[in-house]
């Protein structure tokens, strides 16, 4: 699991997006960003839970529904890749004892034991040791052979604790730009946070862990980019 969080506009969901669009040359992806322009499926509230008969509280004369996971889903699509954007809308820290929540927490627990990859922790190891080119080939094959279930949010601290406790890899996203002789330089910095055995990467962000930066330089089009189109608004879709 790859956790981002970064200021809005700071380009944490176009790096999810870059990721995806390597990705998806390996492996087919499900993602919840609106303008990811690979193919994909786009994942609905109903791919993740769906409701049925409460056998201890319905009555003759009044049914109720509880949520469920729906694994028949997750078992059809093994070996994709995952992007939720701005997760606090699918699970927030505040809401964290509805049923949904809830729900939610047993599928993040158990999902990578029916869809992911069992990992590669000697991978893992080499990318705590770099700290140059975030886009290098070699760091695409680490990110997508050892966690496959990516997601972001504006604060750390949005995201639901559960969910932050599993992060392997937590990546903060700042951007600075810089005139250069009339042209203006979009710089994103990528601070890499690692989990280790007494802390999760999250928590090691927190704690102001000296990290791993990268740093590159985009175009015009990083200085653009925002995620206008609302991703939760009670629709069927994330």
């Not at 469920?68 to 078992?75: A, D, G, P, V």
């Not at 729900?103 to 990859?117: A, E």
Request: hydrophobic fraction near 35%; glycine fraction near 6%.
């Amino acid at each position: 699991m790859v956790s981002f969080s970064g200021e809005k506009r700071s380009g944490k969901t176009l790096c999810m997006s870059m990721i995806a669009s390597v990705e998806r040359k390996k492996r087919p992806i499900m993602s919840s960003i609106p303008q990811l322009k690979v193919p994909h499926h786009r994942l609905k509230m109903s791919d993740f839970i769906i409701y049925v008969r409460d056998e201890v509280k319905s009555t003759d004369k009044k049914e109720v529904l509880k949520p469920i996971i729906n694994w028949s889903f997750w078992k059809k699509n093994i070996r994709k890749g995952i992007y939720i954007d701005e997760i606090h809308n699918v699970v927030g820290h505040l809401d964290f004892q509805t049923r949904e929540s809830k729900c939610m927490k047993k599928w993040v627990s158990q999902v990578g034991k029916v869809q992911m990859d069992s990992g590669d922790w000697e991978s893992l190891i080499k990318l705590r040791r770099m700290n140059n080119n975030f886009f290098s080939e070699n760091v695409w094959d680490v990110l997508t052979k050892e966690a496959n279930f990516y997601f972001n949010s504006q604060r750390a601290g949005f995201i639901d604790k559960y969910f932050r406790d599993l992060s392997d890899v937590h990546i903060n996203i700042s951007k600075t730009v810089q005139n250069l002789s009339g042209f203006k330089l979009f710089l994103i910095n990528c601070d890499f946070y690692f989990s280790d055995a007494i802390n999760s990467a999250t928590d090691n962000f927190f704690c102001g862990q000296r990290p791993k930066r990268a740093v590159f330089v985009g175009n015009s089009f990083f200085g653009l980019y925002g995620t206008h189109t609302i991703t939760t608004d009670g629709s069927e879709y994330l």
